[in-house]
C-alpha cells in the first residue's frame, strides 16, 4: 500500500541545500552555484582578442579547448586591480555547454545555503551588479551575494 503523504509531511521536509563557491571581488563576498563550476585554475597567460565588449579580456587554451575570460571587476563596473597570488579563474559551464571564464580576487570557500533562507533583492534593479544576482544568501552571520550566472554571461539589450 502506497504511503500517504500528509501536509505535515510537506511541511517537516528539510529545506534544499545548494552549495556555494564563495569568492571575493573588492571587499565584497559573491557565490556562485557549484552546478555551474567546471574548474578553478591560476591565473595564466591570456590571449586578447580585438572588438570584443570591455568586460572580456581574452581567451585561454585549456586542454584544447578556447575559453572566453571575463573580468567580473570590469562586469560590475569596479576598477582593475594587480592580480596577486590570490586571483583565480573559474571556469564555468553554461546551460548550452559553452564555457567561460570569470576572474576573482581570491576564491575563499565551499558553503551549503538552504533554499529556504535565500532571499531575492527587494532593491531597485537599476543598479548594476543587483541585475546579475539571484539572490542574497546567509550564512552565519554573513550575507554572500549570490550571482545569475545566465545574468552576467548575457548580454542585456537596450531598449
Do not use: C, W
Not at 548550452?96 to 545555503?113: K, L, M, N, T
Not at 548594476?128 to 549570490?146: F, N, P, Q, R, V
Amino acid at each position: 500500500m502506497a504511503e500517504q503523504v500528509s501536509e505535515e509531511n510537506i511541511i517537516d521536509a528539510p529545506a534544499a541545500i545548494i552549495q556555494y563557491i564563495v569568492v571575493k571581488l573588492g571587499g565584497e563576498q559573491y557565490g556562485i552555484d557549484i552546478a555551474y563550476v567546471d574548474n578553478i585554475v591560476r591565473m595564466q597567460q591570456i590571449t586578447r582578442v580585438a572588438k570584443s565588449q570591455h568586460y572580456y579580456v581574452g581567451v585561454i587554451n585549456l586542454r584544447g579547448e578556447v575559453v572566453p575570460i571575463m573580468s567580473l571587476r570590469r562586469r560590475f563596473e569596479l576598477e582593475d586591480i594587480e592580480y596577486t597570488h590570490a586571483t583565480r579563474i573559474i571556469i564555468v559551464r553554461m546551460e548550452d555547454q559553452s564555457r567561460v571564464g570569470f576572474i576573482v580576487d581570491e576564491v575563499r570557500e565551499v558553503v551549503d545555503i538552504e533554499e529556504d533562507t535565500i532571499e531575492v533583492p527587494n532593491f531597485k534593479l537599476d543598479d548594476k551588479k543587483a541585475a546579475y544576482l539571484a539572490g542574497i544568501g546567509k550564512k552565519e552571520e554573513s550575507l554572500i551575494s549570490l550571482l545569475d550566472i545566465q545574468a552576467v554571461v548575457e548580454e542585456k539589450k537596450k531598449a
